[in-house]
């Protein structure tokens, strides 16, 4: 191994966010808008933007040179969250009629 950092993409930072158990609806990926109390990342012309949305407003608003940094940023943001959030339905799934 000659030492190189992996660089992270937003396809693994997702597969990392399920991997530890991060609900969906905490953040949004390259789709951005204001989508209610969920952490967002998107492309912003030559770089990447991470912020918070909450009733249609952005709040700390994090700028990026790129991908690789903006992710990690949104995965150490997002960590703290893994595997704290269980749908309320989910002892459903598995019972029979």
């Not at 530890?20 to 012309?45: Q, T």
Request: aromatic residues 12%; negative net charge; proline residues 3%.
């Amino acid at each position: 191994m000659n030492g190189a950092l992996i660089e992270m993409t937003v396809e693994g930072l997702k597969k990392r966010l399920d991997a530890i158990g991060v609900p969906d609806d905490l953040y949004s990926l390259l789709i951005g808008g204001f989508p209610n109390e969920a952490y967002c990342l998107i492309k912003n012309g030559e770089g990447w933007e991470v912020y918070y949305s909450e009733r249609g407003h952005k709040s700390g608003v994090q700028q990026f040179v790129n991908e690789s940094e903006a992710c990690e940023y949104l995965f150490e943001e997002l960590k703290i969250y893994a595997g704290k959030y269980i749908c309320p339905t989910s002892h459903l799934k598995n019972k029979k009629s």
